[in-house]
C-alpha cells in the first residue's frame, strides 16, 4: 500500500509564501504522474497541479504563475511551491499518486491565508 505524507501546510498573511511536500513511500517514478488538489468545506476537491512522469507540469488556471509544482526523486517528494497566496487558496491540500492500478491519496496539510 502507498502513502504519502504531505507536511509544509500553515497560516500566512496575504501575498506571502509557502512550500508544501509530499513524501511517498515508494520510488515516484513508479507512478504516471503525481498532483495536488485542493478542497475546501463543502465542496469537491479542486485540481491545482500535476507533474507527470516525463517531468511537465501542468496547473489549474486559478494557480498558473504563482504555484510551482516540482520533485525530488532521491528524496521521493514533490514539492508545490505557493507565491502571492490569497484568501481563495485557504483549503486542504491533498497529494495525489496515480498509477494503472489506482490512485493514492496523503492525509492532506492545511492551508489559510488570512491577515
Known amino acids: 500500500q502507498v502513502q504519502l505524507v504531505e507536511s509544509g501546510g500553515g497560516l500566512v498573511q496575504p501575498g506571502g509564501s509557502l512550500k508544501l511536500s509530499c513524501v511517498a513511500s515508494e520510488n515516484i517514478f513508479n507512478f504516471n504522474s503525481m498532483d495536488w488538489y485542493r478542497q475546501t468545506p463543502g465542496t469537491e476537491r479542486d485540481f491545482v497541479a500535476s507533474i507527470h512522469l516525463t517531468g511537465r507540469p501542468q496547473y489549474a488556471d486559478s494557480v498558473w504563475g504563482r504555484f510551482t509544482i516540482s520533485r525530488d526523486g532521491d528524496k521521493n517528494t514533490i514539492y508545490l511551491q505557493m507565491d502571492s497566496l490569497s484568501p481563495e487558496d485557504t483549503g486542504v491540500y491533498y497529494c495525489?499518486?496515480?498509477?494503472?492500478?489506482?490512485?493514492?491519496w496523503g492525509q492532506g496539510t492545511q492551508v489559510t491565508v488570512s491577515s
Open positions: 495525489r499518486a496515480n498509477e494503472l492500478s489506482g490512485s493514492y
